[in-house]
């Protein structure tokens, strides 16, 4: 849970980072949203059998990240190395 927290914020700081306004929202809203998760995680998981519960949410918001990063719209700071390396030495 905590790594998908983890993305979750990191999510929201790269899209406030290249936001032209709103940028302090994005990021309550990033904290408020993981801090939502991790609480329901929390609450699932003392009860008997809430793992059960709890372990498809994970997945599913796993799934639901990955296919927003995904998008053509989404600014990545880094880029894919090249697959033709060329030596230089």
């Known amino acids: 849970m905590h790594v998908t927290a983890t993305g979750i914020m990191g ?3 790269g899209k ?3 936001a032209s306004s709103g940028s302090r929202m ?3 809203k990033g904290v408020a949203l993981a ?3 991790h609480g329901l995680f929390n609450v699932l998981a003392v009860f008997p059998y ?3 519960i709890s372990i498809p949410i994970l997945i599913a ?3 639901i990240f990955r296919s927003k990063w995904n998008r053509p719209d989404v ?3 880094w880029r894919p190395v090249s697959k ?3 030596n230089t030495i």
Do not use: Q
Request: glycine residues 4%; positive net charge; proline residues 0%.
């Open 35 to 37: 801090a939502m998760l």
């Open 26 to 28: 994005l990021i309550f």
């Open 61 to 63: 918001i796993f799934f």
């Open 16 to 18: 406030s980072k290249f």
């Open 50 to 52: 809430g793992l059960y």
């Open 11 to 13: 999510y929201y700081v």
């Open 84 to 86: 033709t390396v060329t």
């Open 75 to 77: 600014r990545m700071v």
